[in-house]
Every structure is written in structure tokens, then in C-alpha cells.
């Protein structure tokens, strides 16, 4: 991602051509609907799974990827299965 960065940058200043940058820019912008690099939500997210806050592995999978789905409906059902331990009215 740093190299698309700088790339823009370089294209903007009339350094490089505009074929180039798309060269450049293609490949992490296909990455399965996942972002490149490790941005704030991806962070956020990383460490919210990293506090038990969040299923496992559930910061790495691709939005595009039935594991997204999966782990949807496998949250649903923790939670479900929390509220329910808890005695709660909602649950029944």
C-alpha cells in the first residue's frame, strides 16, 4: 500500500504516468474486498479479536468469502447462547 501511495503522489506531480500508477494501484485494490494494509479498522478490529471481544480469526477473513457469512451466523449463536446463560427474558 505504501508504494500506491507514493505512486499517487508521483503521478499527481506529473513523475509518473498514468498507465503506471494503475499498474500500481491494481493489485492491492483487488485484495478480496479486504483493505491492503493494516488501517484503523483493521487495527480496531485485530485487537478486539485480540481481547477475546470477538470470535477468533474473525479480523482476517475476506468480506467476500463465505467464512464471512459463517462466522456471522457462529456470532449470532454465541451471543444467543450468552443471553440465554445469563437467564435472560429476551432469550426465551
Same mark, same amino acid.
Given at each position: 500500500?505504501?508504494?500506491?501511495?507514493?505512486?499517487?503522489?508521483?503521478?499527481?506531480?506529473?513523475?509518473?504516468?498514468?498507465?503506471?500508477?494503475?499498474?500500481?494501484?491494481?493489485?492491492? @485494490?483487488?485484495?478480496?474486498?479486504?483493505?491492503? $494494509?493494516?488501517?484503523? /479498522?483493521?487495527?480496531?478490529?485485530? #485487537?478486539?479479536? !485480540?481481547? %477475546?471481544?470477538?470470535?477468533?480469526?474473525?479480523?482476517?477473513?475476506?468480506? @467476500?468469502?463465505?467464512?464471512?457469512?459463517?462466522? $456471522?451466523?457462529?456470532? /449470532?449463536?454465541?451471543?444467543?447462547? #450468552?443471553?440465554? !446463560?445469563? %437467564?435472560?427474558?429476551?432469550?426465551?
Amino acid at each position: 500500500m505504501v508504494s500506491v501511495f507514493e505512486a499517487v503522489g508521483a503521478a499527481g506531480a506529473g513523475r509518473m504516468p498514468q498507465d503506471e500508477l494503475l499498474e500500481i494501484e491494481r493489485p492491492p @485494490v483487488r485484495a478480496r474486498a479486504r483493505a491492503a $494494509a493494516m488501517f484503523t /479498522a483493521n487495527t480496531m478490529s485485530a #485487537a478486539i479479536e !485480540a481481547m %477475546g471481544m470477538s470470535l477468533p480469526h474473525s479480523s482476517t477473513m475476506a468480506a @467476500v468469502d463465505q467464512e464471512t457469512a459463517d462466522n $456471522a451466523a457462529r456470532a /449470532a449463536e454465541v451471543l444467543y447462547q #450468552a443471553v440465554h !446463560a445469563r %437467564g435472560c427474558r429476551a432469550a426465551s
